[in-house]
Structure formats: C-alpha cells, structure tokens
C-alpha cells in the first residue's frame, strides 16, 4: 500500500511515518521543506493545500490507497484574527480532501480535536453534542462536518493535547517542559484546564488499526485518565527525572489568552477499545514509552 500523509513533517506527521514506512509506501505534503531523504518508500512534496487545483493533481498523480490528513491552521489566539487563513485550511482544506477522495475511492483519516467541545462539562463520548468556542474551534468543527457529509470510507479522530517525540518541531509541550527543567527554568503551568492527552506514537497505532479493520466513524483518542496541565506537568517531570518543585501552578486568567479554552475537556475513549480492542494506557505507561522512545534515537 502507499500512503499520503498531509503535515508529514509535524509531530502526528513524523509518527506516522514510523508507524506505517516499513511495510508501506509513504507520499507526503507538507509546506515546509521535507526533512526526510528522497528514497523509494518515501517521497515528500512542498505544496500548498489551499491550491485545490495542484493539490487535486498531487493525488492523482500519486494514487494512494488512502490518506491521512494531519494538517492543520494550530495557532489557537491567532486564528482570532486569520479567520480566513484559519478556516480555509481548517474547513476548506478537509472539504476539498473528503471531495477527491469520494471521487476516487480513497480512504480518508482526517484528525480533529476535543476544541468541538465547549470544554464545560467533559469528558466527552463520540456522540455529545458539540459547541465550538472561539475561531480556531468553529474552524475544526466546519472541517470534520464537512468530511462526515460525504460519508464513504471516512474516519475522523479526535485527539486532545497532543505530544510525543520527533525532529524540528515548532511546539511540543512536553519536549518544551523537558528542555526547560533541564536548564534548571522554573515554569508556570496552569491548574484549570483538564483533559486526557494524545501520545502521538499511539495514536499512529491506533490509525493503522482502524484503517486495517476499515472502521469508518468518529473516534476518541487520549490517555485514560483526565488531568489537569499542571499534574500533566508533574507526571513528566517525575518519568524524566526532573525536578517537580520548578513547576508552579497558575490559572487561565493570568495568561490573558485571546481565545478561550475548553477549560474541563477530556475525552472517553472506550468506543475505541471496545469496538476495535486497543488498549488504553494511563499517562504514566505512555510517559515510560515515550521516554523509551527518546532514548532509542
């Protein structure tokens, strides 16, 4: 099989490559310049997703047996003010995906986010209803809805704060956490926002089942348990070995975000282990993992 994965140079992009590149062919799409080596099992175009007249031929062109869409519009403060930007690649982007692929019978995975959710009273199962707050949210909304409208071979998979490792990656929460303790930088990590975060080499695992079993619908990705920023902060800190006591808890007030949070988010991921029989760990198992997984490279 060959595989196109759009945003394969970001952090779920790079994971994916891992999961999938040693029994698969992979194509990619990213705008930035590749930072893979032009091989036969891996090839990577710069292109912008916004020009659907090149993005239409890219997939012609490459044929894949099914697409994977990781790309995003992330900056969530800043799409207050790109409204546009945000929500032509956001919405847009997956539409015209979703579009092609129904048009040549190409499997599509495209990824979400629990920012569908007002963040009121999580966690949330596949089938609560949603409330998007702010831009960047009503933005993803508008993409999976338009994806879920065509219907066919179609999974969309919400994740929520998301982590792992890879290469030259602009933000990543817990390699940022990790490099400040070790410097010995106090941070200030806040207490109010809950959710059950996304290890990106897991959800690559979980991408591949549900592609392998073809179970097209909506699905929840997380840890097992809900916590807050700040015990997730905790937990890093006590898998890596770095000390807890540089880690100062604040709230969302104090940082004066543009955008609001889903402040109690989280999501219910047993639909995933029920229907499909993945597993779902506790963050400190997939801490351990990830650390496993820094130490291999």
């Not at 707050?133 to 879920?148: M, P, T």
Request: hydrophobic share 40%; aromatic share 6%.
């Amino acid at each position: 099989m060959r595989l196109l994965i759009t945003g394969i140079n970001g952090l779920l992009g790079q994971n994916l490559v891992k999961e999938f590149s040693h029994d698969h062919g992979i194509s990619g799409i990213d705008l930035n310049p590749g930072i893979y080596p032009e091989s036969e099992s891996i090839t990577v175009a710069q292109l912008d997703l916004n020009k659907t007249a090149d993005l239409k031929r890219h997939i012609l062109e490459t044929a894949p047996d099914a697409l994977i869409h990781t790309a995003a519009y992330t900056n969530v403060d800043k799409a207050e003010d790109d409204r546009d930007l945000a929500s032509a690649i956001n919405a847009k982007v997956p539409e015209e995906l979703a579009l092609i692929c129904s048009e040549q019978n190409i499997p599509m995975i495209h990824i979400s986010t629990d920012y569908v959710f007002n963040g009121d009273q999580g966690p949330y199962r596949e089938a609560d209803n949603c409330d998007p707050r702010g831009h960047y949210a009503e933005s993803k909304y508008a993409g999976e809805q338009a994806v879920l409208k065509l219907g066919g071979q179609v999974a969309v998979i919400r994740p929520n704060v998301m982590y792992g490792h890879g290469r030259d990656l602009k933000s990543s929460f817990v390699a940022w956490l990790i490099g400040e303790l070790t410097q010995g930088r106090p941070v200030n990590i806040v207490d109010d926002q809950y959710s059950n975060p996304s290890y990106a080499r897991r959800l690559s695992s979980a991408i591949r089942l549900i592609l392998d079993k073809k179970a097209w619908d909506v699905w929840h990705f997380g840890s097992k348990e809900v916590v807050s920023r700040y015990t997730f902060a905790l937990k890093v800190a006590d898998s890596f070995g770095l000390p807890t006591d540089l880690i100062s808890a604040i709230s969302t007030g104090d940082l004066n975000q543009r955008a609001p949070r889903p402040m109690r988010s989280g999501l219910i991921c047993e639909k995933l282990k029920q229907k499909l029989g993945f597993p779902i760990l506790n963050i400190d198992e997939e801490l351990q993992l990830l650390k496993e997984e820094m130490n291999a490279t």
